[in-house]
């Protein structure tokens, strides 16, 4: 077995991975390692060919796999070392992780570790959507490779589960392969597209005009013997059954975090991300592990996570020059119908900065608090709340904290 040793340790080479290696390089932390089990680094963005990353990161509008080709450029640039299909099968002692490579086994040692190894959708069978394994039945993720990547046919009129940012993307490579796409169902109210950037405002529009959207409506059943004929679609308040024909179905967004390496490395995960859980520098429950991206949040935008990576960049870089790592912490729990807040922990004597957070439901004029024992410490007002967006807590939410007292919660003003 090969042993190896670096200064940081990157699991993933998404945009979040890539950002923070190149902020470290620029920080002088000396050698910095990225590996991906990915044949190619850059993440997802490689997949996506359609335009709308990087704006809030390099200030530019790209095209995914133009993005993800910068980013492993800026990143191989700085000096940082960047290993695709380099699988990580486990932890050894300390801060030490082994891997399986084209070129054998081994293991690396590292004084800093940071996960990046973002999220996936649920495929159907997690969904529990009964009927015959058939052709033709996608995440968003596995139609952009048949479609993108290996250019294989994938039917003449879809059905997409989901109406949000993601179905938007899975539209518009439908599109490109040209189907028809019959409509988009949502178990939700309404749909959840917003317009994240100006110049895709034009394609979301051409899909509200043209594209019907079910809401309150399940897919129950996927029909075909070899491949998708149809779905029973059922409506959540009428009991209402129709069926739609088509030949592809594509189930998107419902994300859940890449947390393998964090669950086998025995870090404490968090109930509503279901990855990780951090404190507002990055730092999981293990000493010297870091974790940012999507792995910590499903799902945010690339460049947001791109962001993200370069912030933690910087925590690793103080963790690297004093070794200081807080004894405790306190956690943040969720109240109905917030889902989920991240960082999920708050440490003493540290900025907070922004609190990230996820909603169930559509509420009008909410006010969301931070409470802790029953006393209010914070409060900020939004004239509209929708699911899978990430909101974001601004301003000294962290100020009155009793660090030896209860755990902190996120909930609308009761």
């Keep these: 077995m090969k042993r190896e040793q670096t200064d940081v340790l990157?699991?993933?080479a998404g945009p979040a991975g890539l950002a923070a290696a190149v902020e470290l390089k620029k920080l002088g932390a000396g050698k910095v390692t990225v590996v991906d089990r990915e044949p190619e680094a850059g993440g997802t963005p490689r997949l996506c060919h359609h335009v709308g990353f990087g704006i809030r990161d390099l200030h530019r509008v790209y095209a995914g796999p133009q993005y993800a080709r910068r980013n492993v450029a800026q990143a191989a640039a700085s000096g940082a070392i960047i290993r695709p299909a380099t699988t990580i099968t486990g932890w050894g002692n300390g801060r030490t992780l082994t891997y399986s490579s084209p070129d054998g086994l081994g293991e690396i040692?590292?004084?800093?570790?940071?996960?990046?190894?973002?999220?996936?959708?649920?495929?159907?069978?997690?969904?529990?959507?009964?009927?015959k394994r058939v052709q033709g039945v996608f995440t968003t993720g596995s139609l952009q490779r048949f479609v993108d990547q290996y250019?294989?046919?994938?039917?003449?009129?879809?059905?997409?589960?989901?109406?949000e940012l993601v179905s938007l993307s899975a539209f518009m490579t439908l599109k490109k392969a040209g189907l028809d796409v019959a409509m988009m169902?949502?178990?939700?109210?309404?749909?959840?597209?917003?317009?994240?950037?100006?110049?895709?405002?034009?394609?979301?529009?051409?899909?509200?005009?043209?594209?019907?959207?079910?809401?309150?409506?399940?897919?129950?059943?996927?029909f075909g013997r070899k491949r998708v004929e149809g779905v029973e679609i059922r409506r959540l308040d009428t009991g209402e059954v129709e069926t739609a024909?088509?030949?592809?179905?594509?189930?998107?967004?419902?994300?859940?975090?890449?947390?393998?390496?964090?669950?086998?490395?025995?870090?404490?995960?968090?109930?509503?991300?279901?990855?990780p859980q951090v404190d507002g520098q990055f730092r999981t429950s293990r000493t010297g592990v870091f974790a940012a991206g999507n792995l910590l949040h499903g799902a945010e935008t690339a460049d947001m996570c791109a962001l993200e990576g370069r912030s933690a960049a910087q925590s690793i870089h103080d963790f690297l020059q004093n070794g200081r790592w807080p004894a405790a912490s306190l956690p943040i729990q969720c109240a109905a119908p917030i889902q989920w807040a991240a960082p999920n922990r708050v440490t003493a004597g540290e900025?907070?900065?922004?609190?990230?957070?996820?909603?169930?439901?559509?509420?009008?004029?909410?006010?969301?608090?931070?409470?802790?024992?029953?006393?209010?410490?914070?409060?900020?007002?939004?004239?509209?709340l929708r699911p899978n967006h990430v909101m974001r807590l601004r301003g000294d939410w962290a100020a009155g904290i009793?660090?030896?007292?209860?755990?902190?919660?996120?909930?609308?003003?009761?």
């Design 402 to 414: 009793d660090f030896g007292g209860a755990p902190l919660e996120i909930g609308l003003a009761r």
């Design 351 to 384: 900025k907070a900065g922004e609190l990230a957070f996820y909603v169930g439901e559509f509420r009008q004029n909410a006010l969301v608090e931070v409470r802790q024992g029953g006393k209010v410490l914070y409060g900020q007002r939004y004239g509209r």
């Design 245 to 275: 024909a088509c030949d592809a179905v594509v189930f998107t967004g419902d994300w859940i975090p890449e947390y393998e390496m964090a669950r086998s490395g025995e870090l404490t995960l968090d109930g509503g991300t279901r990855g």
């Design 10 to 12: 990157i699991v993933g």
């Design 109 to 131: 040692k590292a004084q800093a570790i940071l996960l990046a190894t973002g999220v996936r959708e649920r495929p159907r069978t997690a969904r529990l959507v009964p009927g």
């Design 151 to 163: 250019q294989l046919p994938v039917g003449h009129r879809a059905v997409i589960v989901g109406a």
């Design 185 to 222: 169902t949502t178990e939700l109210p309404q749909h959840q597209i917003y317009f994240p950037y100006v110049p895709m405002k034009w394609l979301t529009m051409d899909l509200l005009n043209r594209v019907p959207v079910r809401p309150l409506s399940r897919v129950t059943r996927i």
